[in-house]
C-alpha cells in the first residue's frame, strides 16, 4: 500500500523542493540592496502603469466562464462514459443512444449560444460594416 | 413509451422551437402559439393514458432483491396522472398570460417577451411531471433542481428592474440554501437507507420502531427543502419579493405550478419513502408549520396594499390550509398518508389553481405595469371592464373560500381531515385564519365593486381572453357545485 | 498511512477555511477555498480510495468554479468590500450555526453503526467504472435529465447576461 504512494510523495518532494529551491535561490544569488521606488512599480522596465491594478471586468469573462463550466460537466458524464463503453456495448446499444441524445441536447445548446452571440465577441463591428457593401453593388 | 409521453413531448418541443427561434425561422408569438399547441397534445396523450389499479413502475433495477428494494425510477399512477394535468394545465394558462403582457405596450425599462418567456415554461412542466412520477431521490433531486433554475431565469427575466433584480437575487440564494438542506437531507437518508429508492427505503424502516436519528435528521431537512417551494412558514421569506417582482405570469406559475410541485413531492416522499411510524418525526414538524404559516399568511395579508404581494401572503396561508390534510397519517398499519388525505391535498390544489391562475389572469391585464399593482388600482373595476371585475371577484371569494365558488370544497376537505385526524388546535387556528382571510379578499372585492376608479378608461379584452374568463368563472361556479367532478379525477 | 494523511488534510482544510473566512482580499478568500477544496479532493483519494472523485473535485470545482468566483469578485469592486466593516453578529450567527451542524454530525455518528460499517467495508476499487455503470443502467432518466438541465442553464446565461438588441416585443 505505501509503496504504491512512492511516486506521490517523490512528486511533492519535488513540487516543494522546487518552490523553496527557487526561492532560495533568488534570494542567495540575486544582488540585494539595490531597492527603489521604482523596482516596486508592475512594469519595472516599461509604461508607468495607469489605472486600478484590478479593474472590473466586463460581464462577458463571466458568460464564457459560466459556459465553460456547463460543458465541463458534460465532459465529465463523458469520462464515466468512456470507461464503461465496452463493457457496456455487449448488453445493447442503450449505452450508445443514451450518450448520444446527452451529447445531442447540449449540442442545441452549443447552437442556440452560438446564434445568439454570446461568443460573438466583434458582433458590433460586423453590423458596422454591412451597408458599406451593399451601396457598390446598387 | 406513453407513459413518459408529456415530458418526451415538451422536452422535444422546446427544444425544436428554440433552434427554429434562434435562427430566425419563427417568431416569439407563434412560439408561444406552438407551446400552448404542445401543451395541449400532451394533456390529450396524458387523459387517454390507461390507470391500472397498481402503480406501475419504470427503470427498475434488475439486481434488486425481490420486493425489497428498487421498484424502480418512475412511477405512473392516477396520482401521477392528477398531478401532471394540473401541471400541464398550469403551463398552458401560464403561457397564455405571457402571451396576453406580450400584447401589452412595452415600457423603457422592461424587456420585451421573447422566444424563450414562452420555452422555458415548457421545460419547468416537464420537470413537475417528472416530479409526478418521481420514485426515487435520484430523479426527484434532477427534476427539482430543473424547475427551480428555470424558475431563477424566469424571475429575473426584468433584469433592468431593481425590483426584478432582487427577487431574481433572492430566490436564487434562498433557492439554494434550500437546495442544500434537501441534498444534504437525501444524503443522510440515502447514505443510511444504501439505496435512493422510495420503495427500497419504506422496506428498511417501515418497523414499528422510531426511525434512526439520522435519518429522521434527513427526513426533516429533507422538508426544509420542500418547505421551501411550498413557501410556508418560516421558509417563506422569499415569496413576498420575489412574487412582486416577476413578472405577473411567472408570479402566478410560482404560485401555483411551484407550490403544487412542492406538494406532490411532499406526499410523495411521506408517502412512498417514510411508512406511518416516521409521523413521529414529521408529524409535529409540520403541524408547527402549517399553524405558523396559516397565521402569519393570512395576517400579514391584511396590511398589504400591493395586490401580488397580498396574493403572496395570502399564498403562504393556503399552504398551511394544505399542510393540514397532509397531517393524515400516523395510522399504524396503515399508509404515509391516508387516502382521504392525499384526496382532500388534490381537491385542495385543483380549486387554488382555478381561483388562483383566474386571479392572476386578471392581474396580467389590469397591471401591465409595477405601478399599477396597487390595490387601489383595482378601485372600480367594475365600471372598467365588467367582465375582469367579476372574474377576479370569483377567484377572490373562491380564495376566501365561500360557497358555491370551489374553493369552499377544498378548505371544507381540509378542515374535515383536520377534525378526522384529531388536529383540534390546527382546525381552531385555521378557522380564526380563514375568517382573517375573509377581511382581505372581500376588501378587493369591494373596492372593484364600490369605489370610484382612479381612471375611468374602458380595458380592451381580446375575444379569446374574454372566452377563456368565462369558462373560468363558470369552472370555478360549476366544480363547487359538483365535488363529484374531483371524485373521479382522483379516484 | 490513512490515519496521518486524513489528519493532515484536515488540518490543510481547516487553515484553508479559516484563511477563507479572515481574508478581506475577496481574490485571496477565493483562492484559499480552492485550497479547502483541493485537499477535500485529496481526502476524497487518498482516504476514501474515491479516486474519480477527487479528479472531478478538483477539475469541476478547484478549477471551474473557482474561475466562475473570481470572475464574479472582479466584477464587483474589490477595494469597497475590503473596507467593509466585520459584524460580529454575523461571527456571531456563523458560529452558533458550525456549532450546531457539528454537534449534529456528533450525534448522527456516535448513535448509530452504518457509518462505521460503511467506512470499514473498504474501497471501492474503481470508482470511475461503479459511477458509469451505475449512470448508464440504474440511472439513465436522471442522467437524461440532467442534459436539459444543463441546456436551461445555458439558455438561462445568455438570456440573463446578453446584452440584447432592442426590439419590438413580435
Known amino acids: 500500500m505505501n509503496a504504491d504512494y512512492l511516486p506521490v510523495l517523490l512528486q511533492l518532494i519535488v513540487a516543494i523542493g522546487f518552490a523553496v529551491g527557487s526561492l532560495a535561490a533568488a534570494q542567495a544569488l540575486g544582488k540585494r540592496g539595490r531597492d527603489s521606488a521604482a523596482k516596486h512599480i508592475a512594469y519595472e522596465c516599461g509604461k508607468d502603469p495607469i489605472g486600478p491594478t484590478q479593474p472590473r471586468f466586463s460581464v462577458k469573462f463571466y458568460m464564457v466562464a459560466m459556459l465553460f463550466i456547463l460543458f465541463d460537466i458534460e465532459v465529465v458524464f463523458m469520462y464515466t462514459w468512456a470507461v464503461v463503453f465496452k463493457e457496456q456495448l455487449q448488453y445493447g446499444l442503450t449505452i450508445v443512444v443514451s450518450m448520444f441524445s446527452f451529447i445531442g441536447i447540449l449540442f442545441v445548446g452549443y447552437l442556440y449560444v452560438l446564434k445568439k452571440g454570446a461568443l460573438d465577441w466583434t458582433h458590433v463591428k460586423k453590423i458596422e460594416r454591412a451597408p458599406v457593401v451593399a451601396p457598390q453593388k446598387a | ?491 | ?170
Open chain 2, 1 to 491: 413509451m406513453p407513459y413518459l409521453a408529456p415530458e418526451i413531448i415538451l422536452t422535444a418541443l422546446a427544444i425544436v422551437l428554440l433552434l427554429l427561434e434562434a435562427y430566425g425561422a419563427i417568431s416569439a408569438r407563434s412560439v408561444g402559439i406552438w407551446s400552448l399547441v404542445g401543451i395541449a397534445v400532451a394533456i390529450v396523450v396524458t387523459l387517454f393514458t390507461e390507470v391500472g389499479a397498481e402503480p406501475m413502475y419504470f427503470w427498475t433495477d434488475p439486481n434488486a432483491a425481490e420486493g425489497t428494494a428498487g421498484k424502480g425510477l418512475y412511477m405512473w399512477d392516477a396520482t401521477a396522472r392528477f398531478y401532471k394535468l394540473f401541471f400541464l394545465g398550469t403551463t398552458g394558462l401560464v403561457i397564455w398570460m405571457s402571451m396576453e403582457s406580450a400584447a401589452q405596450p412595452v415600457g423603457p425599462k422592461t424587456q420585451p417577451i421573447r422566444a424563450e418567456f414562452y420555452i422555458l415554461p415548457l421545460f419547468v412542466a416537464a420537470g413537475m411531471c417528472l416530479l409526478a412520477s418521481a420514485a426515487d431521490f435520484m430523479v426527484l433531486f434532477v427534476s427539482l433542481e430543473l424547475v427551480t433554475i428555470t424558475f431563477y431565469i424566469l424571475v429575473a427575466y426584468q433584469r433592468e428592474s431593481a425590483t426584478a433584480l432582487e427577487a431574481g437575487v433572492k430566490y436564487l440564494i434562498l433557492g439554494g440554501l434550500a437546495t442544500a438542506f434537501l441534498v444534504m437531507g437525501i444524503a443522510y437518508v440515502a447514505g443510511f437507507a444504501g439505496t435512493t429508492s422510495f420503495a427500497g427505503i419504506i422496506a428498511k424502516y417501515n418497523t414499528p420502531d422510531h426511525l434512526p436519528v439520522a435519518v429522521a435528521l434527513g427526513l426533516l431537512m429533507i422538508l426544509v427543502g420542500f418547505g421551501f417551494k411550498i413557501a410556508s412558514v418560516p421558509f417563506h421569506l422569499w415569496a413576498p419579493d420575489v412574487y412582486q417582482g416577476a413578472p405577473t405570469p411567472i408570479t402566478a406559475f410560482l404560485s401555483v405550478g411551484s407550490k403544487a410541485a412542492g406538494f406532490i413531492v411532499l406526499v410523495r416522499v411521506l408517502n412512498e419513502a417514510f411508512g406511518p411510524t416516521a409521523y413521529a418525526t414529521w408529524g409535529p414538524a409540520l403541524t408547527a408549520i402549517a399553524g405558523c404559516s396559516l397565521v402569519l399568511g393570512n395576517f400579514a395579508a391584511m396590511h398589504q396594499r400591493n395586490i401580488k404581494r397580498m396574493l403572496a401572503y395570502s399564498g403562504v396561508g393556503h399552504s398551511g390550509f394544505i399542510l393540514m390534510a397532509v397531517l393524515s397519517g400516523g395510522v399504524p398499519d396503515g399508509p404515509g398518508i391516508a387516502q382521504a388525505g392525499m384526496t382532500a391535498v388534490a381537491v385542495y390544489l385543483a380549486t387554488y389553481f382555478l381561483a388562483s391562475l383566474t386571479a392572476f389572469l386578471v392581474i396580467t391585464i389590469v397591471s401591465p405595469t409595477p405601478e399599477e399593482e396597487s390595490i387601489r388600482s383595482y378601485n372600480g373595476l367594475w365600471q372598467r371592464s365588467p367582465l375582469l371585475a367579476a372574474a377576479l371577484a370569483a377567484s377572490l371569494i373562491s380564495l376566501a373560500g365561500i360557497p358555491p365558488f370551489a374553493g369552499f370544497v377544498g378548505k371544507l376537505g381540509a378542515f374535515v381531515v383536520a377534525l378526522q385526524f384529531h388536529h383540534y388546535g390546527l382546525f381552531f387556528i385555521a378557522a380564526i385564519s380563514a375568517v382573517a382571510g375573509l377581511y382581505y379578499y372581500l376588501g378587493v372585492v369591494k373596492a372593484m365593486f364600490w369605489s370610484e376608479p382612479l381612471e375611468v378608461t374602458p380595458i380592451q379584452v381580446s375575444v379569446p381572453t374574454q372566452v377563456l374568463l368565462t369558462i373560468l368563472i363558470f369552472l370555478l361556479i360549476a366544480t363547487g357545485l359538483c365535488m363529484e367532478v374531483f371524485a373521479w379525477l382522483v379516484r
Open chain 3, 1 to 170: 498511512m490513512e490515519p496521518i494523511l486524513f489528519w493532515i488534510f484536515s488540518l490543510g482544510m481547516i487553515v484553508a477555511g479559516v484563511s477563507v473566512i479572515l481574508n478581506r482580499n475577496p481574490v485571496a478568500a477565493a483562492l484559499s477555498l480552492a485550497v479547502t477544496i483541493v485537499f477535500l479532493a485529496l481526502m476524497f483519494g487518498f482516504c476514501l480510495g474515491a479516486w474519480f472523485l477527487m479528479v472531478i473535485q478538483v477539475a469541476v470545482y478547484a478549477g471551474a468554479v473557482m474561475v466562475l468566483f473570481l470572475f464574479i469578485i472582479m466584477l464587483l469592486d474589490v477595494k469597497e468590500e475590503e473596507t467593509r466593516t466585520r459584524s460580529w453578529s454575523y461571527a456571531v450567527m456563523g458560529s452558533a450555526l458550525a456549532l450546531f451542524m457539528m454537534c449534529m454530525v456528533v450525534l448522527v455518528l456516535r448513535a448509530t453503526e452504518p457509518v462505521k460499517a460503511a467506512a470499514d467495508a473498504g474501497v471501492p476499487v474503481d470508482d470511475a467504472q461503479q459511477i458509469g455503470t451505475l449512470l448508464f443502467t440504474k440511472y439513465l432518466l436522471p442522467f437524461e435529465i440532467t442534459s436539459v438541465l444543463l441546456l436551461v442553464a445555458a439558455i438561462g446565461v445568455v438570456l440573463l447576461s446578453l446584452t440584447h438588441k432592442r426590439e419590438s416585443s413580435s
